[in-house]
């Protein structure tokens, strides 16, 4: 048993161990960018192997995390390379893997270095799409702690697109997230951002951050930045007329590039034969702008030649790949003659067999078809039979009014019968003969028939608000005409008496089922009256009423601020 745990302990120590190696060896991957900044292709190199020993040796679920590390790192190093598109490629491939993962953190920072490449590239749409993206993944997961290099690379984005007062406030928002949560590298482009956007309105504070950054590149051994830093301080208080003070941080930017053996001096060489020009010093002025001159030629034939070297490398990859994809196309094209003649002769065998299934299919369609025929004119039938029994309705409805119609308003006989003559007509252009004629789209229904009566009605002196809200979608024919003729009715009668005394009138109608059946809700906000009352001639009344029975319908009512009507079907 003590033997059993003593294994157990001395394999979760080497486990451990093991854990800490890979955690360190990823760190190192940021210190190697410092170091070797003219020479990336050593720090490509260490993450290949970092990666390939990921994919083999530790290709455990728990080390998944690093695996992503490594390939953020791999796309940082190709921007300093400048090869954007390998740098893009490889940072969306880890976006991938850390959502496959499931690691948000390794997602935002996917996130954060795509911007970044968009950003170089100019393409600010997809930039701001990807700084979004990693804005929503630091708030779902709270990630507070690296909130810093979003506000860094918003900060950035707002300073290339213009926008200074913005640019400002994420720089400073960003400075204070990464000095609460100690983010080093934060810090130091918090500083850096500032010393560039207060250079004009504030270039004290402005020499106060450039000379922070300075400060913590030194620390880290980045000199090359860092020298900048000192030479965009010095060009400051050049353009402040303190030329002392100048003469000092472009000493101090010369010396360290000078004394760490760094290519990049011509800008500081230049800055340095502006100073000599401005005290009069013309020898040196000019002693330095020769120097500048040269080593501006040297960084160009340089750069030309690595142009040159990537250029030759990628034709030689490329005609490599014109060789391989040669012999892929003869081996395809082989292939694929002999697949066409296996198919040709497979074709022809089943083609006999697809005319005969083909005849039998088409005898099978005639017949169909026959029988649709048939019961298309069955609907016909049967529509012809519905109109007939609804103008059957009309002529019912006109023999009351014969009995009961005030004579002396004639024209609101005629409006009255034409809204009721609408329903019926408006039901009818619903359906379709190609459709089932036994159903109705209630909810186009009930708006369209509803609005047709209030505009019949509606003045310019007096507006109404008229809210239709339906949550069914079909209703029998047999359901939607009677209930058609209510609503006609309801609408008529508020439209004819209810807003006399106001400005503005509201009509509601909602029709909603649920497990009980329908209901329908009718209300205004006018003077309201007693629906159970009969009036003197109360013919709209009686109508409601008969088509409710109709519907088999149970009612409620209330009249206190304006009319409601409540029926249950």
């Known amino acids: 048993m003590r033997h059993s745990f003593f294994l157990l302990f001395i394999a979760s120590h080497f486990s451990m161990a093991q854990d800490i190696d890979i955690k360190k060896r990823v760190e190192r991957l940021d210190s190697l960018m410092s170091l070797h900044h003219n020479n990336y292709d050593y720090v490509e190199q260490e993450a290949d192997a970092l990666y390939h020993l990921l994919n083999t040796k530790y290709a455990a679920k728990e080390y998944n995390g690093f695996k992503v590390d490594v390939m953020l790192h791999k ?65 779902q997961h709270q990630l507070d702690s690296v909130y810093s290099a979003y506000c860094i690379r918003m900060s950035s984005f707002y300073r290339l697109t213009n926008k200074r007062d913005s640019s400002a406030h994420f720089a400073y928002e960003g400075l204070e997230y990464a000095q609460t949560y100690n983010n080093s590298r934060e810090i130091t482009d918090a500083y850096i951002l500032l010393g560039m956007l207060l250079r004009k309105d504030n270039y004290k504070e402005s020499v106060r951050y450039s000379s922070l950054a300075a400060k913590r590149l030194i620390e880290r051994k980045d000199f090359l930045p860092a020298a900048m830093q000192l030479s965009n301080i010095s060009r400051t208080l050049y353009e402040q007329k303190q030329i002392d003070g100048s003469f ?81 196309h003869q081996l395809f094209f082989i292939g694929s003659l002999l697949a066409v003649i296996v198919f040709g002769s497979v074709v022809l065998f089943r083609k006999n067999r697809q005319i005969n299934k083909q005849n039998r299919i088409i005898s099978t369609q005639l017949g169909e078809l026959t029988k649709t025929l048939d019961q298309k004119q069955m609907l016909l039938s049967e529509l012809q039979h519905r109109v007939k029994n609804n103008l059957q309705h009309v002529i019912s409805i006109l023999e009351i009014q014969k009995e009961s119609v005030d004579f002396n308003n004639i024209d609101e006989l005629i409006r009255g019968n034409q809204n009721r003559i609408h329903s019926m007509a408006l039901l009818h252009k619903k359906l379709n003969v190609s459709d089932n004629v036994h159903e109705v789209d ?86 309201g009256f007693d629906f159970n009352a009969p009036g003197e001639k109360g013919l709209g009344q009686e109508i409601i009423k008969g088509l409710i029975d109709q519907l088999g319908g149970v009612t409620e009512t209330k009249s206190d601020n304006g009319f409601e009507l409540t029926v249950w079907f």
């Open 75 to 139: 796309a940082q190093v190709y921007l300093q390379k400048r090869e954007n598109k390998k740098a893009l490629q490889i940072a969306i491939e880890a976006s991938d893997k850390a959502r496959e993962y499931q690691l948000p953190e390794k997602k935002y920072r996917s996130s954060l270095i795509i911007a970044l490449t968009y950003e170089i590239t100019s393409d600010f749409i997809s930039c701001r799409k990807y700084l979004d993206e990693a804005y929503r993944i630091s708030r």
């Open 248 to 328: 000092m941080y472009n000493d101090s930017a010369l010396s360290l590039l000078e004394k760490n053996n760094i290519a990049g001096l011509f800008r500081i060489y230049q800055y340095r034969s502006n100073l000599f020009e401005a005290v009069g010093n013309i020898d040196s002025a000019f002693y330095y702008f020769r120097k500048y001159h040269d080593s501006y030629l040297s960084y160009i034939e340089k750069t030309e030649v690595a142009e040159t070297r990537k250029i030759t490398e990628q034709y030689e990859n490329d005609k490599k790949e014109a060789v391989i994809k040669s012999r892929e």
């Open 442 to 527: 209630v909810k186009r229904y009930v708006t369209e028939l509803s609005e047709l009566v209030k505009d019949s009605y509606e003045s310019h002196s007096k507006k109404v608000n008229l809210q239709v809200h339906v949550e069914i979608e079909k209703i029998s024919l047999e359901k939607a005409l009677p209930l058609g003729l209510i609503i006609v009715e309801l609408v008529s009668n508020s439209m004819k008496h209810a807003f006399k005394k106001l400005n503005i009138g509201i009509i509601n109608i909602e029709l909603t089922k649920d497990a009980n059946g329908h209901t329908l809700y009718y209300s205004d906000n006018g003077s």
